[in-house]
Protein backbone atom coordinates (compact mmCIF):
# COMPACT_ATOMS: atom_id res chain seq x y z
CA UNK A 1 0.00 0.00 0.00
CA UNK A 2 1.31 3.18 -0.92
CA UNK A 3 2.58 6.10 1.54
CA UNK A 4 -0.23 8.47 2.04
CA UNK A 5 1.47 10.45 4.67
CA UNK A 6 1.76 14.15 4.85
CA UNK A 7 4.22 16.16 2.44
CA UNK A 8 7.02 17.86 4.01
CA UNK A 9 6.21 21.36 4.08
CA UNK A 10 8.65 24.13 3.56
CA UNK A 11 11.71 25.81 5.06
CA UNK A 12 12.33 29.47 6.50
CA UNK A 13 15.50 31.46 5.30
CA UNK A 14 17.06 30.41 8.67
CA UNK A 15 16.71 26.80 8.67
CA UNK A 16 17.75 26.37 5.21
CA UNK A 17 21.03 28.38 6.05
CA UNK A 18 21.56 25.69 8.66
CA UNK A 19 20.52 23.05 6.88
CA UNK A 20 22.96 23.32 4.21
CA UNK A 21 25.98 23.63 7.05
CA UNK A 22 25.01 20.41 8.80
CA UNK A 23 25.35 18.61 5.42
CA UNK A 24 21.37 17.73 5.53
CA UNK A 25 18.77 17.97 2.68
CA UNK A 26 16.34 20.01 5.31
CA UNK A 27 16.00 20.57 9.21
CA UNK A 28 12.84 21.33 11.12
CA UNK A 29 12.04 23.29 14.13
CA UNK A 30 13.38 22.21 17.22
CA UNK A 31 15.97 19.58 15.73
CA UNK A 32 19.36 19.83 17.35
CA UNK A 33 22.14 19.52 14.55
CA UNK A 34 25.91 20.23 14.31
CA UNK A 35 26.90 22.92 11.53
CA UNK A 36 30.09 23.85 10.28
CA UNK A 37 31.10 27.88 10.37
CA UNK A 38 32.17 30.76 8.23
CA UNK A 39 33.28 33.09 11.25
CA UNK A 40 33.86 32.59 15.13
CA UNK A 41 33.93 36.48 16.62
CA UNK A 42 35.05 37.34 20.37
CA UNK A 43 35.78 40.89 21.95
CA UNK A 44 38.13 41.86 24.73
CA UNK A 45 35.43 40.88 27.49
CA UNK A 46 34.77 37.18 25.98
CA UNK A 47 37.60 35.89 24.65
CA UNK A 48 39.55 35.62 27.61
CA UNK A 49 37.10 33.00 29.01
CA UNK A 50 37.22 31.82 25.93
CA UNK A 51 40.96 31.40 25.49
CA UNK A 52 41.54 29.89 28.65
CA UNK A 53 38.92 27.37 27.70
CA UNK A 54 40.23 26.80 24.20
CA UNK A 55 43.62 25.57 26.74
CA UNK A 56 41.90 23.32 27.74
CA UNK A 57 40.38 21.34 24.91
CA UNK A 58 44.61 20.81 24.15
CA UNK A 59 44.37 21.81 20.84
CA UNK A 60 47.59 23.83 19.41
CA UNK A 61 46.30 25.49 16.40
CA UNK A 62 42.21 26.89 15.46
CA UNK A 63 40.03 25.38 12.99
CA UNK A 64 41.12 28.18 10.49
CA UNK A 65 43.12 31.91 11.40
CA UNK A 66 40.77 33.08 8.44
CA UNK A 67 37.57 32.88 10.25
CA UNK A 68 38.00 33.88 13.55
CA UNK A 69 37.86 37.79 14.43
CA UNK A 70 38.89 38.70 17.88
CA UNK A 71 37.37 42.82 18.22
CA UNK A 72 38.60 44.72 21.62
CA UNK A 73 35.79 46.96 21.74
CA UNK A 74 34.18 47.27 25.15
CA UNK A 75 36.85 48.81 27.20
CA UNK A 76 39.19 49.83 24.60
CA UNK A 77 40.90 52.12 24.25
CA UNK A 78 41.99 50.60 27.77
CA UNK A 79 40.15 52.49 30.50
CA UNK A 80 42.42 50.45 33.23
CA UNK A 81 44.86 48.34 34.10
CA UNK A 82 42.37 45.31 34.22
CA UNK A 83 40.88 45.93 30.96
CA UNK A 84 45.50 46.54 29.11
CA UNK A 85 45.99 42.80 30.81
CA UNK A 86 42.73 41.53 28.74
CA UNK A 87 43.57 42.63 25.82
CA UNK A 88 47.38 41.94 25.47
CA UNK A 89 46.27 38.37 26.79
CA UNK A 90 44.28 38.20 23.55
CA UNK A 91 46.69 39.93 21.50
CA UNK A 92 49.18 37.23 22.79
CA UNK A 93 46.75 34.66 21.47
CA UNK A 94 45.84 35.81 18.13
CA UNK A 95 49.61 36.59 17.46
CA UNK A 96 50.56 32.84 18.52
CA UNK A 97 47.73 31.55 16.17
CA UNK A 98 48.15 33.45 13.36
CA UNK A 99 44.76 35.17 13.56
CA UNK A 100 44.63 37.43 10.87
CA UNK A 101 41.35 39.25 11.77
CA UNK A 102 42.68 40.97 14.94
CA UNK A 103 41.82 44.56 15.43
CA UNK A 104 43.31 47.33 17.76
CA UNK A 105 42.78 50.69 18.56
CA UNK A 106 43.77 53.06 15.38
CA UNK A 107 42.02 50.48 13.08
CA UNK A 108 39.33 49.11 15.14
CA UNK A 109 35.52 49.58 15.50
CA UNK A 110 32.08 48.95 17.40
CA UNK A 111 32.65 44.91 16.16
CA UNK A 112 29.32 44.50 14.64
CA UNK A 113 29.98 47.26 12.69
CA UNK A 114 33.44 46.30 11.16
CA UNK A 115 32.38 43.07 9.97
CA UNK A 116 30.49 43.50 7.77
CA UNK A 117 32.81 46.72 6.49
CA UNK A 118 35.82 44.40 6.11
CA UNK A 119 33.67 41.99 4.29
CA UNK A 120 34.10 39.68 6.92
CA UNK A 121 30.36 38.11 6.25
CA UNK A 122 27.99 37.41 3.36
CA UNK A 123 24.71 36.02 2.35
CA UNK A 124 23.96 32.49 3.49
CA UNK A 125 27.36 32.69 6.04
CA UNK A 126 26.51 30.91 9.54
CA UNK A 127 28.47 33.41 12.38
CA UNK A 128 28.82 32.59 16.24
CA UNK A 129 29.94 35.56 18.59
CA UNK A 130 30.54 35.75 21.79
CA UNK A 131 28.21 38.82 22.14
CA UNK A 132 24.52 38.89 21.90
CA UNK A 133 24.22 41.29 19.26
CA UNK A 134 25.85 39.26 16.98
CA UNK A 135 22.68 38.81 15.32
CA UNK A 136 23.63 41.92 13.55
CA UNK A 137 24.62 40.07 10.51
CA UNK A 138 21.22 38.88 9.78
CA UNK A 139 20.89 41.93 7.78
CA UNK A 140 22.87 40.42 5.10
CA UNK A 141 21.17 37.40 4.97
CA UNK A 142 23.36 35.50 7.05
CA UNK A 143 22.40 33.20 9.94
CA UNK A 144 24.07 34.63 13.35
CA UNK A 145 23.69 34.46 16.66
CA UNK A 146 25.04 35.45 20.28
CA UNK A 147 26.77 32.52 22.14
CA UNK A 148 28.99 32.19 25.18
CA UNK A 149 32.59 32.26 25.70
CA UNK A 150 32.56 28.38 25.84
CA UNK A 151 31.33 27.91 22.27
CA UNK A 152 33.46 29.92 21.19
CA UNK A 153 36.52 28.14 21.98
CA UNK A 154 34.77 25.12 20.72
CA UNK A 155 33.88 26.85 17.49
CA UNK A 156 37.60 28.23 17.17
CA UNK A 157 38.89 24.64 18.04
CA UNK A 158 36.55 22.60 15.53
CA UNK A 159 34.80 24.91 12.84
CA UNK A 160 31.59 23.56 14.27
CA UNK A 161 29.12 24.43 16.68
CA UNK A 162 25.69 23.19 17.72
CA UNK A 163 22.39 24.41 17.77
CA UNK A 164 18.37 23.61 18.15
CA UNK A 165 16.87 25.08 14.84
CA UNK A 166 14.43 27.98 16.18
CA UNK A 167 11.08 28.25 14.63
CA UNK A 168 10.23 31.40 12.89
CA UNK A 169 7.74 34.28 13.18
CA UNK A 170 7.33 36.56 9.91
CA UNK A 171 7.24 40.09 10.01
CA UNK A 172 6.00 41.41 6.70
CA UNK A 173 6.87 45.10 6.23
CA UNK A 174 4.91 46.98 3.65
CA UNK A 175 4.69 51.15 2.77
CA UNK A 176 7.15 53.83 3.40
CA UNK A 177 8.59 55.37 6.25
CA UNK A 178 7.38 58.74 7.47
CA UNK A 179 10.14 61.73 8.62
CA UNK A 180 12.64 61.00 10.91
CA UNK A 181 11.14 57.00 11.20
CA UNK A 182 14.51 55.24 10.40
CA UNK A 183 14.84 51.46 11.52
CA UNK A 184 15.63 52.23 15.26
CA UNK A 185 12.07 52.97 15.70
CA UNK A 186 10.69 50.50 13.62
CA UNK A 187 12.41 47.55 15.68
CA UNK A 188 11.63 49.29 19.27
CA UNK A 189 7.97 49.69 17.79
CA UNK A 190 8.14 46.03 17.45
CA UNK A 191 9.87 44.60 20.02
CA UNK A 192 7.22 47.34 22.04
CA UNK A 193 4.19 45.24 20.09
CA UNK A 194 5.62 42.20 21.26
CA UNK A 195 7.79 42.24 24.30
CA UNK A 196 11.27 41.40 25.62
CA UNK A 197 10.38 37.74 25.48
CA UNK A 198 7.95 37.88 22.48
CA UNK A 199 10.52 35.96 20.37
CA UNK A 200 12.23 33.71 22.46
CA UNK A 201 14.46 31.70 20.89
CA UNK A 202 12.77 32.36 16.86
CA UNK A 203 14.34 33.42 13.98
CA UNK A 204 12.62 37.07 13.30
CA UNK A 205 12.36 36.92 9.48
CA UNK A 206 11.83 40.20 7.59
CA UNK A 207 10.44 40.53 4.26
CA UNK A 208 7.77 42.55 1.88
CA UNK A 209 7.86 45.81 -0.40
CA UNK A 210 8.54 47.92 2.54
CA UNK A 211 12.54 46.39 2.60
CA UNK A 212 12.76 48.61 -1.07
CA UNK A 213 12.33 51.64 2.05
CA UNK A 214 15.01 50.51 4.16
CA UNK A 215 18.73 51.07 4.03
CA UNK A 216 21.36 48.66 5.07
CA UNK A 217 21.83 50.74 7.99
CA UNK A 218 18.44 50.50 8.95
CA UNK A 219 18.44 46.67 7.97
CA UNK A 220 21.71 46.49 10.54
CA UNK A 221 20.35 48.44 13.24
CA UNK A 222 16.87 46.44 13.60
CA UNK A 223 18.80 43.24 13.07
CA UNK A 224 20.97 44.06 16.03
CA UNK A 225 18.44 44.12 18.32
CA UNK A 226 16.37 41.00 17.70
CA UNK A 227 18.04 39.38 20.52
CA UNK A 228 15.99 42.61 23.00
CA UNK A 229 13.31 40.47 21.65
CA UNK A 230 14.70 37.30 22.89
CA UNK A 231 15.19 35.86 19.73
CA UNK A 232 18.07 33.25 18.46
CA UNK A 233 18.41 35.30 15.23
CA UNK A 234 17.02 37.92 12.90
CA UNK A 235 17.36 37.92 9.11
CA UNK A 236 16.28 39.88 6.14
CA UNK A 237 14.99 38.72 2.64
CA UNK A 238 18.41 39.37 0.31
CA UNK A 239 17.82 42.56 -2.16
CA UNK A 240 19.74 44.23 -4.74
CA UNK A 241 20.58 46.69 -1.77
CA UNK A 242 21.94 43.79 0.10
CA UNK A 243 24.06 42.55 -3.31
CA UNK A 244 25.13 46.00 -3.49
CA UNK A 245 26.70 46.32 -0.23
CA UNK A 246 28.16 43.17 -0.32
CA UNK A 247 30.02 43.63 -4.27
CA UNK A 248 31.38 46.69 -2.21
CA UNK A 249 32.97 45.32 0.58
CA UNK A 250 33.56 41.82 0.41
CA UNK A 251 35.38 39.34 -2.22
CA UNK A 252 34.29 36.49 -0.37
CA UNK A 253 31.16 33.95 -2.07
CA UNK A 254 28.59 34.35 -1.34
CA UNK A 255 24.80 32.16 -1.29
CA UNK A 256 21.20 33.84 -1.46
CA UNK A 257 18.91 31.64 0.05
CA UNK A 258 15.03 32.33 -0.02
CA UNK A 259 12.00 30.99 2.20
CA UNK A 260 9.65 28.36 0.61
CA UNK A 261 6.53 29.96 -0.17
CA UNK A 262 4.99 27.17 2.15
CA UNK A 263 7.67 27.82 4.57
CA UNK A 264 6.37 27.17 8.23
CA UNK A 265 5.91 30.10 10.75
CA UNK A 266 5.03 30.14 13.98
CA UNK A 267 3.00 33.53 13.49
CA UNK A 268 2.81 36.71 11.27
CA UNK A 269 2.75 40.23 11.41
CA UNK A 270 1.87 43.09 8.91
CA UNK A 271 3.63 46.22 9.84
CA UNK A 272 3.09 49.14 7.89
CA UNK A 273 5.86 51.21 7.48
CA UNK A 274 4.33 54.60 7.20
CA UNK A 275 2.23 54.34 10.63
CA UNK A 276 5.20 54.12 12.38
CA UNK A 277 6.76 57.16 14.44
CA UNK A 278 9.09 58.01 15.90
CA UNK A 279 9.77 56.07 19.15
CA UNK A 280 11.39 56.04 22.36
CA UNK A 281 11.95 53.20 24.81
CA UNK A 282 11.66 54.51 28.37
CA UNK A 283 13.48 52.46 31.36
CA UNK A 284 14.14 50.26 32.02
CA UNK A 285 13.45 47.79 29.59
CA UNK A 286 13.47 48.00 25.56
CA UNK A 287 9.84 47.04 25.33
CA UNK A 288 8.63 50.17 27.12
CA UNK A 289 7.79 52.20 23.90
CA UNK A 290 6.23 55.11 23.54
CA UNK A 291 6.15 57.45 20.34
CA UNK A 292 7.43 60.69 20.72
CA UNK A 293 4.11 62.35 20.92
CA UNK A 294 3.18 60.74 24.34
CA UNK A 295 6.93 61.12 25.55
CA UNK A 296 5.98 63.84 28.06
CA UNK A 297 8.44 66.53 29.62
CA UNK A 298 11.63 64.09 30.32
CA UNK A 299 14.77 66.51 31.26
CA UNK A 300 17.81 64.99 30.57
CA UNK A 301 21.44 65.04 31.44
CA UNK A 302 23.32 62.76 28.62
CA UNK A 303 22.83 61.90 25.26
CA UNK A 304 24.93 59.49 23.53
CA UNK A 305 25.05 58.89 19.50
CA UNK A 306 26.47 55.96 18.42
CA UNK A 307 27.12 51.95 19.34
CA UNK A 308 26.66 48.77 17.02
CA UNK A 309 23.14 49.85 16.64
CA UNK A 310 23.96 53.22 15.53
CA UNK A 311 27.34 54.74 14.86
CA UNK A 312 27.28 54.24 11.12
CA UNK A 313 27.29 57.08 8.13
CA UNK A 314 23.92 57.63 8.15
CA UNK A 315 23.69 57.76 12.05
CA UNK A 316 26.43 60.15 11.98
CA UNK A 317 24.80 62.16 8.97
CA UNK A 318 21.28 62.21 11.20
CA UNK A 319 23.00 63.80 13.88
CA UNK A 320 24.57 66.37 12.27
CA UNK A 321 21.39 67.07 9.89
CA UNK A 322 19.56 68.04 13.35
CA UNK A 323 22.59 69.76 15.38
CA UNK A 324 23.67 71.84 12.60
CA UNK A 325 23.59 75.78 13.06
CA UNK A 326 22.34 74.60 16.99
CA UNK A 327 23.52 74.43 19.78
CA UNK A 328 23.56 71.32 22.31
CA UNK A 329 21.68 72.60 25.73
CA UNK A 330 24.35 73.90 28.14
CA UNK A 331 22.67 70.93 30.54
CA UNK A 332 23.48 68.39 28.91
CA UNK A 333 26.58 66.18 27.82
CA UNK A 334 26.52 65.02 24.15
CA UNK A 335 28.84 62.10 23.22
CA UNK A 336 28.87 60.88 19.58
CA UNK A 337 30.95 57.92 19.29
CA UNK A 338 31.15 56.76 15.08
CA UNK A 339 31.66 53.18 15.02
CA UNK A 340 34.43 52.48 12.90
CA UNK A 341 38.08 53.87 11.83
CA UNK A 342 36.11 54.53 8.83
CA UNK A 343 32.96 55.87 9.68
CA UNK A 344 35.06 58.07 11.87
CA UNK A 345 37.18 59.47 8.74
CA UNK A 346 33.77 59.44 6.27
CA UNK A 347 32.08 62.01 8.62
CA UNK A 348 35.54 64.25 9.18
CA UNK A 349 35.99 64.23 5.96
CA UNK A 350 32.12 65.19 5.29
CA UNK A 351 32.45 67.77 7.79
CA UNK A 352 30.56 66.84 10.31
CA UNK A 353 32.65 67.04 12.92
CA UNK A 354 32.69 70.47 12.68
CA UNK A 355 28.88 70.12 12.97
CA UNK A 356 29.30 68.30 16.21
CA UNK A 357 31.85 70.37 17.60
CA UNK A 358 30.67 73.71 16.67
CA UNK A 359 27.71 72.52 18.33
CA UNK A 360 29.03 71.76 21.56
CA UNK A 361 29.26 67.27 21.23
CA UNK A 362 32.26 65.83 22.16
CA UNK A 363 33.63 63.38 19.64
CA UNK A 364 35.24 59.87 20.54
CA UNK A 365 37.44 57.27 19.12
CA UNK A 366 35.43 54.23 18.15
CA UNK A 367 34.30 52.32 21.48
CA UNK A 368 31.63 51.01 22.93
CA UNK A 369 32.22 52.73 25.62
CA UNK A 370 29.16 54.07 27.81
CA UNK A 371 27.15 51.30 26.11
CA UNK A 372 27.48 48.98 29.13
CA UNK A 373 28.88 51.47 31.78
CA UNK A 374 32.57 50.72 30.53
CA UNK A 375 33.68 54.10 30.05
CA UNK A 376 33.51 57.60 27.82
CA UNK A 377 30.22 58.39 29.40
CA UNK A 378 29.04 57.14 32.72
CA UNK A 379 26.12 58.37 34.64
CA UNK A 380 25.90 59.45 38.26
CA UNK A 381 22.86 58.50 40.27
CA UNK A 382 19.55 60.08 39.27
CA UNK A 383 21.08 61.02 36.02
CA UNK A 384 18.85 60.60 32.53
CA UNK A 385 20.57 59.82 29.01
CA UNK A 386 19.28 59.51 26.04
CA UNK A 387 20.74 57.27 23.78
CA UNK A 388 21.29 55.01 20.15
CA UNK A 389 22.30 52.04 21.91
CA UNK A 390 20.42 49.32 22.59
CA UNK A 391 19.82 48.45 26.10
CA UNK A 392 18.61 50.20 29.07
CA UNK A 393 18.68 47.71 31.84
CA UNK A 394 18.86 48.84 35.45
CA UNK A 395 22.55 50.78 35.69
CA UNK A 396 23.54 49.51 32.18
CA UNK A 397 25.34 52.94 31.77
CA UNK A 398 26.36 53.73 35.34
CA UNK A 399 24.58 54.24 38.64
CA UNK A 400 22.07 51.37 39.26
CA UNK A 401 19.28 54.61 39.82
CA UNK A 402 20.08 56.69 36.65
CA UNK A 403 17.86 55.82 34.03
CA UNK A 404 18.50 55.47 29.99
CA UNK A 405 16.05 56.18 26.97
CA UNK A 406 16.72 54.41 23.63
CA UNK A 407 15.90 56.08 20.76
CA UNK A 408 17.00 57.02 17.16
CA UNK A 409 20.06 59.45 16.15
CA UNK A 410 17.53 62.65 15.27
CA UNK A 411 15.63 62.36 18.46
CA UNK A 412 18.72 61.91 20.44
CA UNK A 413 20.50 65.03 18.66
CA UNK A 414 17.43 66.98 18.93
CA UNK A 415 16.92 66.06 22.68
CA UNK A 416 20.57 67.05 23.40
CA UNK A 417 19.35 70.40 21.82
CA UNK A 418 16.00 70.98 23.66
CA UNK A 419 17.65 69.86 27.23
CA UNK A 420 14.75 67.27 26.94
CA UNK A 421 13.29 64.22 25.02
CA UNK A 422 12.20 66.06 21.73
CA UNK A 423 12.00 65.64 17.88
CA UNK A 424 13.55 67.47 15.58
CA UNK A 425 9.92 68.88 14.43
CA UNK A 426 9.73 70.96 18.09
CA UNK A 427 13.29 72.78 17.33
Not at 135 to 156: P, R, V
Not at 256 to 281: R, S
Request: aromatic letters at 6%; hydrophobic letters at 40%; charged letters at 25%.
Amino acid sequence: MANTGTKARGMTMTQKILADHAGLDRVEAGQLIRARLDMVLGNDITTPVAVKEFRKIGRDRVFDRNKIAIVPDHFTPNKDIKSAEQVRFIREFAREMGIVNFFEVGRMGVEHALLPEMGLVVPGDVVIGADSHTCTYGALGAFSTGIGSTDMAAGMATGEAWFKVPEAIRFVLTGKPGKWVSGKDIILHIIGMIGVDGALYKSMEFTGDGLGHLSMDDRFSMANMAVEAGAKNGIFDVDEKTVEYVKEHSAKPYKIYKADEDAVYCCEYVIDLGTVKPTVAFPHLPSNARTIDKVGNIRIDQVVIGSCTNGRIEDMRTAAQVLKGRAVHPDVRCIIIPATQKVWKQAMDEGLFEIFIEAGAAVSTPTCGPCLGGHMGILAKGERAVATTNRNFVGRMGHPESEVYLASPAIAAASAVAGRIASPDEL
